[in-house]
């Protein structure tokens, strides 16, 4: 089993939908989590960074973790054509190693 | 604010040739680290360095070399070419290993 795992997409939504995004975890001692965007032909950037239960949010973005079912998720609401990017959720290393990365879900918002 | 340069943007190689992929950060970063990105299989860690004279292995280190004799520089080096190596590379740095991390642009690698 993978550390983190993602549904691939794409996902495709109008303009102004409620997004969802998900990614499941097998560890539970995972405290923290991220979402990282990634524009075509870019590197990833980091949208949202979460610590243990509930939720985050930031303007339009709103990050949800439930640690009882390892499960994350990042909510986006009103979306936009400009929020057509990849979506990777990244979980804590294994002791001295580096975030571990999920595959990705590729979204597109059309207009 | 340049934060993580990456050169080249593009490279084509035959198969059997060596070459160097160079990353340099302005952050005063301590972590630096090597991903691959294939579609389908998201980001996989090559090699990482914890500081400057400081390398390990991360899951997919097999035919590439990386040294670490600043802290601003990160290169990484294909020994010999293979098709299986084309894929774009990200660069990254940090403050740590648990947290966020600072990508390059990529260079996307073709083998032929």
């Known amino acids: 089993q993978k550390e983190v795992e993602q549904d691939p997409g794409p996902l495709s939504v109008p303009e102004g939908a409620i997004v969802s995004l998900n990614c499941t975890y097998s560890?539970?001692?995972?405290?923290?989590f991220m979402w990282y965007r990634q524009y075509s032909r870019k590197g990833p950037e980091l949208l949202m960074y979460?610590?243990?239960?509930g939720n985050k949010e930031d303007g339009r973005f709103t990050a949800q973790v439930d640690k009882s079912s390892k499960y994350i998720s990042l909510f986006i609401r009103d979306s936009q054509p400009s929020d057509s990017a990849t979506y990777l959720c990244?979980?804590?290393?294994?002791?001295?190693?580096?975030?571990?990365f999920g595959g990705g879900t590729r979204l597109m918002v059309k207009p | 604010n340049a934060g993580v340069t990456q050169t080249p943007k593009f490279q084509v190689l035959k198969t059997g040739q060596s070459m160097t992929l160079q990353c340099a950060q302005d952050?005063?970063?301590?972590?630096m680290s090597w991903y691959r990105q294939d579609p389908g299989m998201g980001l996989r860690l090559i090699h990482y360095?914890?500081?400057?004279?400081?390398?390990d292995q991360g899951e997919v280190p097999n035919g590439y070399n990386v040294s670490r004799s600043t802290t601003e520089d990160f290169p990484l080096r294909l020994l010999s070419a293979a098709p299986s190596q084309t894929s774009v590379y990200f660069c990254?740095?940090?403050?740590?290993?648990?947290?966020?991390?600072?990508f390059g642009d990529g260079t996307r690698l073709s083998i032929l």
């Open positions: 952050m005063n970063h301590e972590y």
């Open positions: 990254a740095s940090s403050r740590g290993s648990n947290q966020p991390q600072h």
């Open positions: 979460t610590y243990s239960s």
């Open positions: 990244a979980i804590p290393p294994n002791a001295g190693n580096m975030l571990t």
């Open positions: 360095s914890v500081g400057a004279g400081i390398t």
């Open positions: 560890n539970s001692a995972f405290q923290y």
